[in-house]
Every structure is written in structure tokens, then in C-alpha cells.
């Protein structure tokens, strides 16, 4: 695959660096980012981690320690996985699009599969014989046409598309760490998929996924991919979190429509219902994303976000006490954008930013799509 962004190569030391951000208290992707932009590196943004956490009302935060970092470095070799740095060539380009991409990612496996065009196949753990059969038939039809296959090794349909493309390419996203695999009785699963596919996830190794890291790794699944389908899904179950994610990030939604008396497919024809593309078999997708991913083999995506993550220096500001009060003062569990908050605070954009980033590692702010905040 062409590409038409640069690659970037982390120095060892900036690999310890950024592993050390991203895993200490109250850091997460889109923090990180800003984190970067504003200190202009890792480390600088790392000695400021006490005093932004201080400023926004809050103690010390733990701070990951180089000796943890490379520990969690040397376990991933041994363990055959590999820590990868957004804006590095190993990294999925379409996962670098999404507005809270993981700044690190580790990825186990034949690393070739990440360069093909992704489709997503999620629904049921508690999948009907159907469900499972058409997943297979699309699985294939998709596989044959040269896309690799994005699930989450979850029971049901997740299986079932993974094992319908195991010789042919598929990539599991993990909820958990690398040496932490749910449900346990995949492990064979996974096994068999590493040869001519890969395992990916966020997470440190030793990470025991909790219910609120699958929808946080369904954001993973949709951003890898050029589309989703949604094969079986309740009215409330993680492959509708799936879809709005999707929608979100700018992808297909595509979904198989069931009966109207299976609760199990009560999600799908919703989706349906809500303008989400039907389909009955693999050419309804195909002919949708080929020729999006036509264009993106002859190097017309997107470049990464104005040069994000690229440990370019940024500028400190200190805000003067009367600002932060106001801003805080605005802010409040409801969500509130950006722009509004520097309008209404009568403050510059810097100045409100980097109150948000110091209430952020006080863990006192949530960040939320399309540039919105509300207190934790």
C-alpha cells in the first residue's frame, strides 16, 4: 500500500517516554495528545505532570516510572508483541484518523495483514445458527476479495467471522492485555489466527479487561476499518455502541436484517430503519468499500491531524487566577464545548486549554467527541 503521510521512527528513549504518559493516572489518548502538542515532548510534558495536577486541585497523580516502562517493554518481546507509536509505519493508518486514537498500541501477530483494507464484523455473543451461517458466507465472500476482517474475539458472531478468515487474514482487538484473553476458551482461537493475522490492543499486558474497556476497544474495531457490519445485535448490546462509533469516525455501517420476531435482530433492523446499509451478502459490501479502498492503495488518504503526535515544541501559557476561576466556574457535569467556554470566559483558546488540561490530570474533567468537556 501506498501512502502519502510521513513515518516516524521513536527513538528507544522516546518509546520509554511516551510509555510512561500513557500509562500514568488520568492520561488518556486525547490528553496525550495535548500533552505533546503544548510541551513539545513526552518527557518535558511528563516533569510537568505535578504541577498541572496541583493547579487543577489535585495531589501528586502516579506517574508510570521507567523502570515499569521497560519492564512492560522487555515482557512484550519476550511474549512476541510489539509496542507501536502512532505516526510509525506499523501503525494502521485508519486508526491514526480517529479523534482518540491510542498514542501506543501492541500489536502480535503477521503485522502484513494491517496494510489491507479492514472490514468490521461484530453482533450476538448469543448468535442463532442463521446468524452464524450468513456471517460465515459474508466472511468469505469479503475475504476473497482481498479484505482482511476486524473483530473482537468475543463468543458468537465475533467467532465465527474470525474463524471464517483465519487463513486468510484477520485481526482480533482485545479489550485486555496481550497475555489476558477473554473469553479464556479463545485462546486456541487466537492461536489460530496469529500466523496470517494479528492481535491488537491498547491495553499494558497483565490488563484484565473490565465491562467498561469493551465499548473503549469497540472504538479500536470501527476506526481500523473502512466499514462495519452488524450481524444480529439486541436493542441494547456493544455492537449498536459499535455502530454510533462508527458513524461517528465516518465509516460504513452496513447490517443484516432478521426477523422482526427474534429479539436478537430488534438492533439490526433498527439500524436499517435508521438509514444503515441492508445487506444479504458480500457484494453489497464490496461494492461500497472497493472502491474506497481503490483510492487509499493509490495514496490518496488523509494525512494524521496537523501533525499530532510528532513531539513538535509547543508553547506554555500560565493562566492568571481570575481566568481559571472563570473557566471552572463554566464548567459543570453537563458537556460544554471548547469554543463556547472561550467565548464565554472572554479568554484566549490557549489559556482555556490548558486550564482543561490541568483540571484533566487533577481527574476532575471528561473529554467527549466533537470537542466537548464536563466535569467528572
Known sequence: MHDTTKSIRLTDEQRIDWLRLIRSQNVGPRTFRTLINHFGGARPALEALPGLARRGGAGLPKIFSRAEAEREIEAAKKLGVTIVAAGEADYPHRLQMIDDAPPLIAIRGNTAVLTMPQVAIVGSRNASAAGIKITQQITR?????????????????????????????????????????????????????????????????????????????????????????????????????????????????????????????????????????????????????????????????LPPPDGELHDEPGQGVEPEADERTRIVGLLSPTPVSIDDLVRLSRTSPRVVRMVLLELEIAGRLERHGGGLVSLT
Open 141 to 301: 465472500g469479503l475475504s476473497e476479495a482481498g479484505f482482511a476482517i476486524v473483530s473482537g474475539l468475543a463468543r458468537g458472531i465475533d467467532a465465527a467471522a474470525h474463524r471464517a478468515s483465519t487463513a486468510s487474514g484477520t485481526i482480533a482487538v482485545l479489550a485486555g492485555g496481550q497475555d489476558r484473553i477473554y473469553p479464556a476458551e479463545h485462546d486456541s482461537l487466537l492461536d489460530a489466527i496469529l500466523p496470517a493475522g494479528a492481535a491488537l490492543t491498547e491495553m499494558p499486558l497483565g490488563w484484565e479487561p473490565r465491562a467498561r474497556d469493551f465499548p473503549r476497544r469497540n472504538r479500536l474495531i470501527s476506526g481500523l476499518s473502512l466499514g462495519v457490519v452488524i450481524v444480529e445485535a439486541a436493542k441494547r448490546s456493544g455492537s449498536l455502541i459499535t455502530s454510533r462509533l462508527a458513524l461517528e469516525q465516518g465509516r460504513e455501517v452496513f447490517a443484516v436484517p432478521g426477523s422482526p420476531l427474534d429479539p436478537r435482530a430488534e438492533g439490526t433492523n433498527g439500524l436499517i430503519k435508521q438509514g444503515a446499509t441492508p445487506v444479504t451478502e458480500a457484494a453489497d459490501i464490496i461494492n461500497v468499500l472497493q472502491p474506497m479502498a481503490e483510492r487509499e492503495n493509490l495514496g490518496l488518504t
